[in-house]
Every structure is written in C-alpha cells, then in structure tokens.
C-alpha cells in the first residue's frame, strides 16, 4: 500500500505499484484494469493521483486506453524494440487516440537520380510507392509518403497497408532492424498540404525524413517522408 509519511509523492507510489500488478501477471496484457473509481477506493486516493499516475503509465507505453471503454495493459515489460521510436499508430493508440490510414496512391516507380539520391540507394531499381493521409480521430494528421525496396513488394502486396507500417516491418515481415536516419526540420506548409490537412499556413508542420535499414543491408530498405503539424499532440481530438 501507499506510504504517505514517504517524501515520494502518491501519485509515484501508485504507478509502482500499478505497474507491479502488470509485471508480476495481476493484470494480463489487453485485459482492463479498474476503474479510477475503484483505484481510488481500493488506494484511497483523490481523482487527480490516480488520473496522473495512469497518464504516466500510458505514456511508458504499459497502458492503453479505449475511448468511452476503459484502460487497458498494453504490456508486461519495458520495450526494447524499434516500434516506439518509429510508429505513428503506437504512439497514438498508447495515448488512447484511435488512428487509420486513407491510401491516396499505391504504384510501382523507377526512381529518377534526384529520388535515388533521397532513397540513398547506389543503383536504380523499382521501388513499390505508397502515398497515404493518416488520421487521428479521424482528423487528418499527417500527409505520408512510403518508398519500399521492390525485394518486399511481394509480401507487402498481401498485407493490409492501411495498417501501421513499422508494424508491418517489425511483425509480418519480420525484418531486423540494424539502423534507422531520420531529420525533422519545421517549415510553413505548402496549398496542398494545407488543404490534405485542413491546417494554415500559420500552422508550422515538421518535415520528417527517416531511412531504416534492415536484414544486414547497407542500403535502405524503406524511406518515410513524412508531413506532420507542429501541434499533433496538443490538437483537441
């Protein structure tokens, strides 16, 4: 139970030891935990303890949450893995924002020197193209433009890619990640992204480039550019 002679506020006392009932199997992963209500019962804590140290938990990614639903565990131990650090959809959902995908274009391509240098590929070779607007409560938040190595396009043509694409990578195909390059640089977006986004232009969007490498390979396997408000996780959902 929680010590409320210790220096350590409530609210730490009581991630620790929500987080003991997921590690230890109290709580299994997907399964819903109690309520606030009942955690403040079961704790006898205020509204406010219980609501920051859940937030807290969502945002190591332990938790999940369902909107209208409940919370929910979304793991038992720290991850270690790339998906974190490269998916729009786990970040998303950890926050208990629902996301999906809208596939603007999906075609083969030959990329000119000038792409080949963006892919940072040696040598031209076909290059499966995938261009998307992703959204988040179905409010478009982001304008993506996916370039795969041809060597994947076989298996990437029988999965669903709407779906995450890091999760893709990582689970279906089950690629090993050995490098990832990525640059964020803000910049005042252009009509159409205005438009695609259903932003400003006093709205500043980050231009996020990213190269992941994969199966030992000195080239890239899959570049993301990526078009995203500034603002993404300050926006009302």
Same mark, same amino acid.
């Given at each position: 139970?929680?010590?409320?002679?210790?220096?350590? *506020?409530?609210?730490i006392?009581?991630?620790?030891?929500?987080k003991?009932?997921?590690?230890?199997?109290?709580w299994?992963?997907? /399964?819903?935990? &109690?309520?606030?209500?009942?955690?403040?019962?079961?704790?006898?804590?205020g509204?406010? /303890?219980?609501?920051?140290?859940? @937030?807290?938990?969502?945002?190591e990614?332990y938790?999940y949450?369902?909107?209208?639903?409940?919370?929910?565990?979304?793991?038992?131990?720290? @991850? #270690?893995?790339?998906? &974190? #650090?490269? @998916?729009?959809?786990?970040?998303?959902?950890?926050?208990? +924002?629902?996301? @999906?995908?809208?596939?603007?274009?999906? $075609?083969? %391509?030959? *990329?000119?020197?000038?792409?080949?240098?963006?892919?940072?590929?040696?040598? !031209?070779?076909?290059?499966?193209? +995938?261009?998307?607007?992703?959204?988040?409560?179905?409010?478009? %938040?982001? %304008?993506?433009h996916?370039?795969?190595?041809?060597?994947?396009? !076989?298996?990437?043509?029988?999965?669903?890619?709407?779906? $995450?694409?890091?999760?893709?990578?990582?689970?279906?195909?089950?690629?090993?990640?050995?490098?990832?390059? !990525? /640059? %964020?640089? *803000?910049?005042?977006?252009?009509?159409?992204e !205005?438009? #695609?986004?259903?932003?400003?232009?006093?709205? /500043?969007?980050?231009?996020?480039?990213?190269?992941i490498?994969g199966?030992?390979?000195?080239?890239?396997?899959?570049?993301?550019?990526?078009?995203? *408000?500034?603002?993404?996780?300050?926006?009302?959902?």
């Amino acid at each position: 139970m929680l010590d409320r002679d210790k220096y350590i *506020p409530l609210y730490i006392q009581l991630k620790e030891e929500l987080k003991n009932n997921i590690k230890e199997g109290v709580w299994e992963v997907d /399964t819903q935990i &109690p309520t606030e209500k009942l955690l403040m019962e079961e704790y006898e804590v205020g509204r406010a /303890t219980v609501r920051e140290a859940l @937030s807290m938990l969502v945002n190591e990614g332990y938790l999940y949450k369902k909107q209208g639903i409940g919370t929910f565990v979304a793991r038992k131990l720290p @991850s #270690l893995g790339f998906e &974190p #650090l490269i @998916s729009l959809t786990y970040s998303l959902n950890v926050r208990g +924002i629902s996301s @999906s995908s809208t596939v603007m274009e999906k $075609s083969e %391509i030959m *990329p000119d020197k000038h792409m080949l240098a963006r892919l940072k590929w040696k040598k !031209q070779r076909k290059c499966l193209f +995938i261009n998307r607007i992703r959204y988040a409560e179905n409010i478009p %938040i982001a %304008i993506e433009h996916s370039y795969f190595s041809g060597d994947f396009e !076989q298996y990437i043509e029988q999965l669903d890619i709407t779906g $995450s694409f890091a999760h893709m990578i990582l689970k279906e195909l089950k690629i090993t990640i050995n490098k990832v390059e !990525q /640059t %964020i640089i *803000p910049r005042v977006p252009d009509a159409r992204e !205005q438009e #695609l986004l259903k932003i400003d232009e006093n709205t /500043t969007v980050l231009n996020l480039e990213r190269w992941i490498y994969g199966n030992e390979n000195d080239e890239p396997i899959y570049y993301l550019k990526f078009v995203i *408000p500034e603002n993404i996780y300050s926006m009302k959902y």
